[in-house]
């Protein structure tokens, strides 16, 4: 049974670009939690999402930040005209049930590089 | 709100010498409270986590932890270091029913020979 796989590990965008982060759960789970690692910092929530449901989205910034969760294929983290500040490690977790934070899953995040 | 500071970035000990890594944690309501390892290139892993059953409790790998309500803590600890022990490590708390953690920002445990 795989993983939480994230791809790309490592993702380099010129600043303006949009960078697309996919995260497939783990098989059976329906539940999916985005973090985000800025340098020196702990993981930060972002977003949880259930199949084409945004559940919680309170820790996404309010501008050029999407996530998605459709009934096929994996979850997709999308940052528009990316700027340096957007540089961090992104982490996917999932979960097979409503008491996500007690078991969470996690890939090897996607590395973002903003030049 | 729910907050974790964990003391000390970088932490290294010699092998076979005992582990502490320190979690202090905020929450206005009985928290839930997890420890998670980081290994090099890896996500993370659940080695052990606190729901408001026994106060000491034991995890993966030879690690345990105790969670202390009168002193707001949950440090980490493990009786004698392995050098697979190196690895990044993170306190978490959440509360019942709620879907996200609130992590700490990470020790980094160094293990010399």
């Known amino acids: 049974n795989a993983g939480v796989m994230q791809n790309p590990r490592h993702l380099v965008r010129r600043r303006g670009q949009e960078a697309r982060l996919r995260c497939s759960p783990m098989?059976?789970?329906?539940?999916v939690y985005w973090y985000r690692q800025l340098p020196e910092e702990g993981l930060k929530f972002m977003v949880y999402?259930?199949?084409?449901?945004?559940?919680?989205e309170s820790g996404m910034p309010k501008e050029r930040f999407s996530a998605e969760f459709p009934k096929e294929g994996p979850s997709i983290l999308r940052i528009q005209q990316v700027v340096r500040g957007d540089s961090a490690a992104y982490f996917c977790?999932?979960?097979?049930?409503?008491?996500?934070?007690?078991?969470?899953?996690f890939g090897s995040g996607t590395q973002l590089s903003v030049l | 709100a729910q907050s974790v500071t964990q003391l000390g970035s970088h932490v290294s000990v010699s092998e076979g010498a005992l582990v502490l890594l320190r979690c202090n944690y905020s929450?206005?309501?009985?928290?839930?409270l997890f420890w998670y390892v980081q290994y090099p290139n890896q996500g993370l892993q659940l080695l052990l986590k606190?729901?408001?059953?026994?106060?000491l409790v034991k995890g993966i790998n030879g690690f345990e932890a105790e969670f202390k309500k009168s002193e707001t803590s949950f440090h980490l600890t493990k009786p004698s270091a392995h050098m697979s022990d190196a690895a990044e490590y993170f306190c978490?708390?959440?509360?019942?029913?709620?879907?996200?953690?609130?992590f700490g920002q990470g020790t980094r445990l160094t293990i010399n020979p």
């Open positions: 606190y729901t408001s059953a026994a106060t």
């Open positions: 999402l259930q199949k084409e449901n945004i559940i919680d």
């Open positions: 098989k059976g789970h329906s539940h």
């Open positions: 978490a708390v959440s509360i019942k029913g709620a879907q996200k953690l609130v």
């Open positions: 977790a999932s979960s097979p049930n409503i008491q996500g934070n007690e078991k969470l899953f």
């Open positions: 929450s206005s309501v009985p928290p839930y």
